[in-house]
């Protein structure tokens, strides 16, 4: 079983940066793995932001922060980062790092892929 903690979510005015982490523990990854962010805005469904490949380090992104997030991983370290810069009111969202282990498929976007979840880390950006 994966565990997943999320950590550096914060307020930040618009237009500012702020980095999450997630620390990985349980296992170790297989390496087909995928690593993702989520986020889930008040009233709105969970959406895919961005997922990397734990052994090769691709990535894939939603369009929506593309040139603006940044996904990155450090095995050594067991954890995955999301670097945000140039933020906007509508990143504002609970933010939940994610563990695809089983799927097979490759950076999936699709929240039932993922088995692992965190508890997720609250965002607020402000106008």
């Known amino acids: 079983q994966v565990q997943l903690v999320e950590s550096g979510g914060g307020l930040v005015q618009a237009g500012g940066s702020l980095r999450l982490s997630c620390a990985t523990s349980?296992?170790?990854?297989?390496?087909?793995?995928?690593l993702a962010w989520f986020r889930q805005a008040p009233g709105k469904e969970r959406e895919f932001v961005a997922g990397?490949?734990?052994?090769?380090?691709?990535?894939n992104y939603a369009n929506d922060v593309k040139g603006r997030f940044t996904i990155s991983k450090d095995n050594a370290k067991n954890t995955v980062d999301l670097q945000m810069n140039s933020l906007k009111t509508e990143d504002t969202a609970v933010y939940y790092c994610?563990?695809?282990?089983?799927?097979?498929?490759?950076?999936?976007?699709?929240?039932?892929?993922?088995?692992?979840w965190g508890q997720g880390t609250q965002v607020t950006v402000s106008s």
């Open positions: 349980g296992r170790t990854f297989p390496s087909w793995t995928t």
């Open positions: 994610a563990a695809d282990v089983d799927s097979g498929v490759l950076l999936s976007v699709a929240i039932r892929a993922y088995n692992s």
């Open positions: 990397i490949k734990w052994r090769d380090g691709r990535t």
